[in-house]
């Protein structure tokens, strides 16, 4: 909804910060994601991407505003070659009719939960958007089937009273507020996980494709053991520790805030 100051955000969002839509329930063709052009990217967890869209039409993922003029991540550049190979997925990017900016795969190796808490950050992907527009949020897309895995969300990184898990078999939909909310996600398994990742602006197109998916915040919590989340509390606490001796060592404040950038 519009507001006389401040950024144009969608309703459906703003009490927990995520949407679940109705599942995709049409075939994709594995190559899609298999045959795209993959870059090495530093981010949370094990992962490479494949950018459909990025600030200039080239096979890269950095943030707009590190290219030259600065910009914000919105007015991507599609990428005809990348396009050729996935064209159901450039469609669903498409679909909502909203601005997109960063448009990418996401392929993350094997992330147990103790993991993907320490790897859960927030996104920066609001950074030189004018006051006024509309907020940019990410569109999630899971393209494999992966049943034993979750993304998982949360309004503090490390306070679990507050922590979404979200199921991540094949078409699962979901819009978050990556830069309001921690996320990550676990993934159990032995193959690499695959997810289709836009950056979209909020406004009316994309309030009505959440309303066109039947958006909702209410989700059914992935079941994990106590004694799984318990061993992943304790992992998370041990690997931040960890982290904060290193860059102690250098003298240097521990950069928690990490951003798929
Ligand atoms: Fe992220």
Known sequence: MAQLMGYIKSAALEEKG?????????????KEWLDIEYVDWKSSGDTRFAPIASAKGEIECNGFWNHKPPRTDKDGVWIDSQMAIAPTLTERAKEPGANVGRCRIIELQPTPYGDCLYNLHQDDNNRLNP????????????????????????????????????????????????????????????????????????????????????????????????????????EQARKDAARAAYYAAKGQQAKIAMSEA
């Open 18 to 30: 995520f949407v679940i839509l109705d599942s995709y329930d049409k075939e994709v063709d594995p």
């Open 131 to 234: 006051d006024g527009t509309g907020w940019v949020v990410r569109g999630f897309f899971n393209l494999t089937d992966d049943k034993d895995s979750y993304f998982v969300l949360r309004e503090n990184r490390t306070d679990p009273s507050i922590e979404y898990r979200i199921a991540l078999p094949a078409g699962a939909q979901l819009i978050v507020d990556t830069q309001r909310l921690w996320h990550a996600a676990t993934h159990n398994g032995t193959d690499p996980r695959y997810c289709l990742i836009t950056s979209w602006e909020s406004g009316p197109e994309l309030d009505a494709y959440i309303e066109k998916y039947h958006g909702t915040d209410q989700h059914e919590q992935f079941q994990v053991d106590q004694v799984v989340l318990e061993h992943g509390y304790a």
